[in-house]
């Protein structure tokens, strides 16, 4: 416990880093997405020079700080003894990757603003088995921290090596140059970029400040505890996330043709669907989340990790997946400004009320903190500025994404505890794997008629080769 919590630590600290983005990878996804429907190859040309100089200036400057302050850092928290070394040795090695990655990131959104995402899906595939498999064997073999953080390295390298050779093939026509930069252009995509830099700033505060404070004042076992309910969650959110990108692509693109016309549909059917995709996670998660943990770090860990889950799980179900593509809808129209100072000031309060509830309240009050403040911020506030933004009222927004899929959701989560109480107890991976089928292909059968607008209906059943 108390390694995987010092491995939970250092991956915390390292997402802090990008603070210093300053939001250069969101504005380059915007304006590559915005020449190239324009078809401008000298205007991504200049826009990709700028910000590969600026994200190798970063690089330079984290490169040296950070090692010239790792005995501060290592002392700041509570890590065992035994694994000080291995701390540090673990933050100097994934501060040097993500270096490294700061600039190579640019041609994975170079990619993504062209709607390549197959190119980015299959670079994520590669990168995943990798540091999966990798993770395993050597987890297997009995290697420690420092093993399986060099293997999760030698996976973004992969994938950075996998960017640049798919940019390569796709942006034959644009030129890379030092001349190309220009303060013009570093203004431009510093007008945009400054509120997305706050998004990511806040999202960034708010997110890490539960783990990197649970460090600080509670043995770092428990940020392990806190960290493994957190992060499952945040992998299942990622069935949804394509959705995310694939909204802000096409809002840059309507923005670029003064196409508005679809706009409020966009903004509901996204995120929608988002919520009906992660639905039968999340009923699955309410009903078996224990008998997961037990089964999966075993009884002593999940008894902890199992009081935090459910609260996670209601945060993220209404603000995050529900409201997943309201961020990326608002960053392609370039209307995010409001969004992004909400942020803000969900991340400053969130501290303040961290540093206070923690010491008293332990994780299970950090989670509290943390799933309150995402529903009224991310949900509730986001709720009203969409609305207005896409200029339809803030109740038919809300009742068009959340009022389907919670309809569907509920006989199916009344039928999940049925079982789970009478014939499927969950005691085996195979009979929560049974459980989390039926739970599935239930709700799916129900929101397919009852979440999906007829044509989106029969273009997917189509697809699937029944229609």
């Not at 590559?32 to 000298?42: K, Q, S």
């Not at 794997?433 to 999906?452: D, H, W």
Request: hydrophobic fraction near 55%; charged fraction near 10%; glycine fraction near 6%.
């Amino acid at each position: 416990t108390d390694g995987y919590g010092v491995w939970a630590l250092c991956f915390s600290l390292v997402d802090y880093y990008w603070f210093f983005d300053l939001g250069f990878r969101s504005a380059t996804v915007k304006y590559v997405a915005h020449h190239t429907a324009r078809e401008e190859l000298e205007k991504i040309s200049e826009v990709l020079s700028t910000s590969l100089l600026y994200a190798a200036i970063l690089a330079v400057f984290l490169g040296l700080i950070v090692p010239l302050n790792l005995s501060r850092i290592t002392h700041f928290f509570k890590v065992a003894p035994s694994y000080q070394s291995a701390f540090a040795v673990l933050l100097l090695l994934v501060t040097m990757s993500w270096a490294v990655g700061v600039v190579f990131g640019l041609f994975g959104a170079s990619i993504e603003a062209v709607q390549r995402l197959d190119l980015t899906t299959k670079v994520t595939v590669t990168a995943t088995t990798v540091r999966v498999l990798g993770t395993a064997v050597l987890l297997y073999l009995g290697y420690g921290l420092v093993p399986v953080g060099l293997m999760v390295i030698s996976s973004q390298v992969v994938s950075y090596v996998l960017y640049f050779y798919f940019y390569r093939r796709l942006f034959t026509g644009v030129r890379l140059s030092l001349h190309l930069a220009s303060l013009s252009t570093l203004k431009e995509l510093s007008k945009f970029g400054i509120h997305s830099f706050l998004m990511t700033f806040s999202t960034q505060l708010q997110s890490q400040s539960a783990p990197v404070l649970i460090g600080h004042f509670l043995p770092t076992a428990f940020v392990g505890y806190y960290n493994l309910p957190m992060r499952l969650v945040q992998y299942t959110v990622e069935f949804v996330a394509k959705i995310g990108i694939v909204t802000n692509i096409n809002a840059a693109e309507l923005s670029a043709r003064d196409d508005t016309s679809t706009l409020s549909q966009l903004a509901i059917y996204t995120n929608r669907y988002c919520l009906v995709i992660f639905m039968p996670l999340a009923i699955l998660l309410w009903v078996d989340g224990r008998q997961f943990f037990t089964l999966w770090v075993g009884e002593k860990v999940a008894v902890y990790s199992v009081q935090v889950l459910p609260i996670l799980l209601l945060g993220f179900v209404v603000a995050v997946v529900g409201q997943f593509s309201s961020s990326m809808l608002l960053m392609g129209m370039a209307k995010h400004q409001r969004y992004a100072r909400a942020l803000l000031a969900e991340a400053l309060l969130g501290f303040v009320l961290l540093t206070y509830a923690i010491p008293r309240y332990g994780m299970v009050g950090a989670a509290w903190v943390v799933a309150i403040l995402m529903i009224l911020i991310r949900g509730v506030y986001t709720w009203y500025i969409v609305s207005q933004t896409v200029g339809i009222s803030m109740w038919s927004y809300v009742r068009g994404v959340y009022l389907s899929p919670v309809m569907a959701a509920v006989p199916v989560f009344i039928l999940a505890k049925l079982l789970k109480t009478a014939v499927i107890p969950g005691h085996s991976w195979f009979q929560i794997a049974l459980l989390g089928a039926v739970i599935g292909l239930t709700y799916y059968s129900v929101a397919l008629f009852v979440s999906a607008r007829s044509d989106h209906r029969r273009l997917l059943l189509q697809k699937l080769g029944v229609g």
